[in-house]
Every structure is written in C-alpha cells, then in structure tokens.
C-alpha cells in the first residue's frame, strides 16, 4: 500500500453503540433522561433507564449525563447473559435484570426524587395523601440494603418489591419504577415525587389529612 493510498484509507468503524434499528429507543431514552433531570428528579451524572426489546437489554451507560444523552450512551446487552459491552453498563444493571426476570416489566427508571429519598431516611413506607397519587401508587414500599450499589442484596430487594408494587424507594438513595414503555416508569416517577413534596409538606406544616376518598380496594387509608 503507497502512503497516499494509506492516508485515504478508512480508519476504524467507530463501535456503534446500539443499532441503527434502535434510533426510536434512543428518542424515548433522550427525551425520558432530559425531562427526569429538568424536573429534579437527578443530579447531573445520576440515575439510570432501561428497556427490554426481548432477549435483549438497551440500559444506559456508567456515568452517562441523563438529561443529555447521545446514542453512544446506551449500552445493549443480553437479557440473561453478559455482552462484550457489558463493562460500560449502568453499575446498577443488576437490579434491572433481576426486575425483567421477575416480573412483566418492559422499562425501567431509576431517579433520586429529593422529597421520596427525605421521607425513606424514616419511614417503611409512603402513601400518598393526593388523589393522583393514591390512585396511581397505592402504597410505595422502602427497602434498605447493606450495599447500596450493584449488590446481589439490592437485586434481590428491589425485585422482590416490585413484583407487587409499581415503584419502589431504596432508603437514602432513589426510586425505582417499572411500566410497559419509559413513558409509563417516567409517569410513576413523576407522580411518586409530586406525592412525596405533598406528604413532606403535610408533615413540616402539621398537618393530618382528613380521608376524603371513597373506599376502595385500589386506595389504602392513612
Ligand atoms: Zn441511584
């Protein structure tokens, strides 16, 4: 090969991420991350998603900036089995198997709402006093584990709970939802902390609610 032939080869394919099939995931990822970190609910470089597409997983990368992604932020691997790519994964990638594993869960959003993350630092666990809330959440169960990240024990606590609850606090730390798309765990995640600010604000004024809801199986009393 000559040098002018050499100079006007192609370099290495930069490594793609995640396939060119996978352009609408990134959109949702994208606009998901932006919308979680704009309302609070993360600081800069916290937090974490994921999405189920089969046997496969698309979670976002190790200290990858949520309300910033780009498409090399996301990190594609097996459902069951570790890829290549694996090292680059979220560290919470773990929990987020186990989920998939364990129940019908199709996205995942991991967030640390102030609010929620104030109110585990006390309490076993939240119920919404807000009609949305209540109706959206039931009850919000707070788990603590030993370690805190990328443990078998928090996989395991945080599977557990969201077998029969659709979002779940790991006390001191963050929220964990699960839905059919990101939209869905992004509206539990939403609707989690605007509950949470209502009940901490309840509390801080001294406030104690009167139950103005009809009784129902889907509601639970305070
Ligand atoms: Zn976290």
Redesign the pocket.
Known sequence: MTARSKKNAPGPRPRAPISPGRCAIYEQFRDIGRDCFLSGL?SSH???MSVRVGDRLVITRRGSMMGNLRPRDLIETGLERDDSDIALASS?IEVHRAVYQRTAAQAIV???PPHGVTLSLEMDEIIPIDLEGSYLLHRVPVVAAQK??GSGELAELISAALVDCKVCL?RG??LFAAGRLLEEAYQLTSAFEASARIVYLARVAGIRPVEYRRASDRQREW
């Open positions: 993360v916290a937090g974490n919470e991991h967030t640390h805190n990240v790991l730390h963050g």
